[in-house]
């Protein structure tokens, strides 16, 4: 059986700390605790898990905490989470199963990582994540921000997952030590450019984020996931911007990559829809539900491929006066979103129209 070392950076985690530790101490074979600058009761609550809490003085770089945490790992493996993550009860259970059963010829393990849930704790966003690494590789992070960690060899992509629950987050720090890195004369590379035309977005510095989105697809560097994603971004910013035409011109950019993903085909559908096209929007709709998945290490937004175009159609067959194919469509939308308001006042419309 192998062993495993919990590595954690944290900071002003009192919060959260003592529930992602209740849900791991039980598997893991030691716990190694990073503190970059707390002044709540962070290491206070740590010391009853573990002895091993080590001072790492924040130097606005991500990468240099994490390589530091994985230096004072002495166990076989090396599992990764943040203070606001937890396992489940199920997924503990499948992380236990796969300490006694994982070859020791394996050298990364891929978890998803469920980012975000609904009222009804339904995953609505997740990417996968190398969460659980050989220590003999000497696996490396890097990136001041949105680090990534570098693996190779033998990879293994289990069915276990990570739950991300935050109470709070800091979302100023990322686009700060992005510009601090720019005025300090750091050259950032094309995934940081990506990361960092991301961080513009989210504080709706639209302009700047298309130039950014830009310089990143003009480096013709880079994943064709992240590529894919910065046209969609692109496009949302324009919409933001209220210019549609650049916004479809974007998502039209990204099927230069690869196959249309569930997301652009529903953006595609939304203009159509917008403009009372109704069978251009069924197409598109139709396509987003007919894109088979894709195994893939960016993020996954699952709406685009479940509940949200069987919606749409439903509404655009409603619009038809096509109502038993509007009635099915929105069944298939209620098996994802059963309380969802739309979806349930569709329902009694659409019944009451059938006489059901």
Not at 329 to 354: F, S, T, V
Request: hydrophobic share 35%.
């Amino acid at each position: 059986m192998l062993t495993i070392s919990l590595c954690m950076i944290v900071r002003n985690a009192q919060c959260t700390i003592e529930r992602c530790l209740d849900s791991v101490q039980h598997i893991v074979d030691e716990i190694n605790i990073i503190d970059t600058g707390s002044t709540d009761r962070t290491k206070d609550i740590v010391q009853s898990y573990t002895s091993r809490i080590y001072d790492f003085p924040w130097c606005d770089h991500f990468a240099k905490a994490r390589n530091f945490s994985f230096q004072q790992a002495t166990k076989d493996y090396i599992l990764w989470l943040d203070a606001d993550d937890v396992m489940t009860q199920e997924d503990q259970h499948k992380l236990s199963q796969l300490k006694h059963s994982l070859y020791p010829s394996v050298d990364a393990v891929t978890m998803d990582y469920y980012l975000t849930l609904d009222q009804d704790g339904v995953v609505e966003c997740s990417e996968r994540k190398y969460r659980l690494v050989k220590r003999a590789n000497h696996f490396q992070w890097e990136g001041a921000v949105h680090e990534n960690l570098k693996v190779s060899g033998q990879l293994y992509h289990s069915d276990i997952a990570v739950t991300h629950l935050p109470v709070k987050k800091d979302i100023h720090r990322p686009i700060r030590i992005y510009e601090g890195l720019i005025r300090e004369g750091h050259s950032l590379s094309a995934r940081d450019i990506f990361y960092y035309a991301n961080e513009l977005k989210q504080h709706q510095r639209y302009v700047e984020a298309i130039n950014q989105y830009h310089l990143f697809l003009d480096s013709d560097i880079g994943t064709t996931e992240d590529r894919i994603e910065a046209c969609l971004h692109v496009g949302e910013c324009y919409r933001r911007l209220h210019d549609d035409q650049q916004a479809q011109q974007a998502i039209l950019q990204s099927f230069l990559y690869d196959r249309p993903k569930p997301e652009a085909c529903c953006r595609m559908g939304q203009f159509f829809m917008e403009q009372s096209k109704h069978k251009e929007a069924i197409y598109w709709y139709s396509q987003a539900l007919q894109q088979a998945p894709v195994y893939s290490m960016t993020i996954q937004k699952r709406c685009y491929s479940t509940w949200l175009p069987h919606l749409q159609l439903s509404l655009l067959y409603r619009e038809l006066r096509l109502f038993k194919n509007a009635y099915q469509h929105n069944l298939e939308a209620q098996k994802w979103k059963p309380n969802h308001p739309e979806i349930k006042d569709n329902e009694k419309y659409l019944r009451n129209q059938l006489g059901i």
